[in-house]
């Protein structure tokens, strides 16, 4: 039998306007996600975007998962690599 008995009061939440909540999927990496997809939309085949790494607003590894939500989200497939300066993105064959 459990005897512990609840002290803590209830939460208390504010509330604020939908309209006020902050979006941050849609905003923190927006544009240099749609910016990539562009660059993927209109590259050759056989060749890949080379994205220095020191112009990236977040850490390549934020910027490549919001890069793969992107582009599942779009059916497209893509593979990335990178070294010490630079992402590196392709399509890869459907």
Known sequence: MDDHIETNPPFKFQSILQADVPKGRDGKHKQIILRLLEGLEN?????????PLAKLPDTKENIRS?????????????????????L??????P
């Open 43 to 51: 590259l050759p085949h056989g060749s890949a975007l080379k994205i």
């Open 66 to 86: 919001a890069l793969s939500r992107a582009t599942h989200q779009r059916n497209i497939e893509i593979a990335t690599s990178s070294d010490d300066q630079f």
């Open 88 to 93: 590196y993105v392709w399509k890869t064959c």
